[in-house]
């Protein structure tokens, strides 16, 4: 094993999920990321617990971070996160939403859901308001899935 693997533990795959309503409008978070210079645009999705599925980890990351749940999902691929790691980012879009509250950790306090059309989405993608890359992905992914 690498130190860097000893530092940070094993590598674990992660799951982000496009949440379409029935208009079409993607649930978009926002949160203030000072490392990186401030307000960034991102999906839903997390790091997967010991004993999940990859959507199990999808559900679970869009109930606590959007207080959304879904009964249509749609696998959009899986990729890996980087060269360095063999952990796997799972992409899924969710439709047939049912909208309840957030659940957020003291860590996610300040995460905040809005509603855009997919094309604002997008655009705002190609601006590089999205931190990281999975979530640019996963809405061009979703806007071609339809």
């Known amino acids: 094993m690498?130190?860097?693997v000893h530092r940070r533990g094993?590598?674990?795959?992660?799951a982000v999920v496009?949440?379409?309503?029935?208009?079409?409008?993607?649930a978009i978070l926002t949160a203030d990321f000072p490392r990186h210079g401030g307000e960034y645009l991102f999906l839903p999705g997390g790091r997967r617990e010991d004993g999940e599925t990859p959507q199990e980890c999808a559900r679970r990351e869009l109930?606590?971070?959007?207080?959304?749940?879904a009964r249509r999902w749609q696998p959009l691929g899986t990729y890996a996160i980087t060269l360095e790691s063999t952990a796997r980012i799972h992409l899924y879009q969710a439709r047939d939403l049912t909208l309840g509250p957030q659940q957020l950790?003291?860590?996610?306090?300040?995460?905040?859901?809005?509603?855009?059309?997919?094309?604002?989405?997008?655009?705002?993608?190609a601006e590089g308001r999205?931190?990281?890359?999975?979530?640019?992905?996963?809405?061009l992914l979703a806007d071609r899935a339809g």
């Not at 094993?10 to 992660?14: C, H, I, K, S, V």
């Not at 109930?63 to 749940?69: D, K, N, P, R, S």
């Open 105 to 125: 950790t003291p860590t996610e306090e300040d995460f905040k859901l809005s509603w855009w059309p997919m094309a604002d989405a997008i655009v705002a993608a």
């Open 2 to 4: 690498s130190d860097e």
């Open 130 to 139: 999205f931190l990281l890359p999975a979530g640019p992905l996963a809405l």
């Open 18 to 26: 496009v949440a379409r309503d029935d208009q079409g409008l993607v």
């Open 10 to 14: 094993p590598a674990r795959d992660a």
């Open 63 to 69: 109930l606590e971070e959007a207080g959304i749940t």
